[in-house]
Antibody, heavy 118, light 111 residues
Framework: QVQLQQSGPGLVKPSETLSLTCTVSGGSIRSYYWNWFRQPPGKGLEWIGYIHYNGNTDYNPSLKSRVTTSVDTSKNQFSLKLSAVTAADTAVYYC????????????WGQGTVVTVSS | EIVLTQSPGTLSLSPGERATLSCRASQSVRSTYLVWYQQKPGQAPRLLIYGASSRATGIPDRFSGSGSGTDFTLTISRLEPEDSAVYYCQQYGGHRSSSLTFGGGTKVVIK
């Protein structure tokens, strides 16, 4: 059973870059698409984008200019970078595995609370 | 962008009652790509229904999904106290579509 463990700083200064990592255990990172989502305090869910180990990506058009994702197959990890953050980027960030057989994200990380503040 | 509108915003029902949650799309959604989640406070979303009507692994059969095109429904046939949560629908436009959106959620409160 695949499990996801998120890591990264909980506080980022305005205009800086948010960086998060998701470590995959119990399965190969080569086998799936890997997604990022976020949820501002008290609000709904927003998709950020996905990446495959072969380099295929797709991003939410509203965030695309600031998002970079990557996969490190040697560490079974994938990462998110969001540049030029503002207070509006304060949210719980989630990584998730996309299960191709059901076309849905079926396994989620525990979530990382990221606050943008000086 | 496909906008998903969920109703009602809040549903307050007693244990054993039936809950009917609606998700309407601004344009047609392929059933293959319509998903429902349950989210409890402080937790990540939990996949309930995929493909509009298929239950995810481990989901009790009191949860069911239906619908097609622009109108989808999540039904909880016999509410239990642990079903108190926010429920979200989500659509996906397919690979490379850059289109994955969520509804605003329906909060289910068990009296």
């Amino acid at each position: 059973q695949v499990q996801l463990q998120q890591s990264g700083p909980g506080l980022v200064k305005p205009s800086e870059t948010l960086s998060l990592t998701c470590t995959v255990s119990g399965g190969s990172i080569r086998s799936y698409y890997w997604n990022w989502f976020r949820q501002p305090p008290g609000k709904g869910l927003e998709w950020i984008g996905y990446i495959h180990y072969n380099g295929n990506t797709d991003y939410n058009p509203s965030l695309k200019s600031r998002v970079t994702t990557s996969v490190d197959t040697s560490k079974n990890q994938f990462s998110l970078k969001l540049s030029a953050v503002t207070a509006a980027d304060t949210a719980v960030y989630y990584c998730a595995k996309w299960e191709g057989s059901i076309e849905a994200p079926d396994i989620w990380g525990q979530g990382t609370v990221v606050t943008v503040s000086s | 962008e496909i906008v998903l509108t969920q109703s009602p915003g809040t549903l307050s029902l007693s244990p054993g009652e039936r809950a009917t949650l609606s998700c309407r799309a601004s344009q047609s959604v392929r059933s293959t790509y319509l998903v429902w989640y349950q989210q409890k406070p402080g937790q990540a979303p939990r996949l309930l229904i995929y493909g509009a009507s298929s239950r995810a692994t481990g989901i009790p059969d009191r949860f069911s999904g239906s619908g097609s095109g622009t109108d989808f429904t999540l039904t909880i046939s016999r509410l239990e106290p642990e079903d108190s949560a926010v429920y979200y629908c989500q659509q996906y436009g397919g690979h490379r579509s850059s289109s994955l959106t969520f509804g605003g959620g329906t909060k289910v409160v068990i009296k």
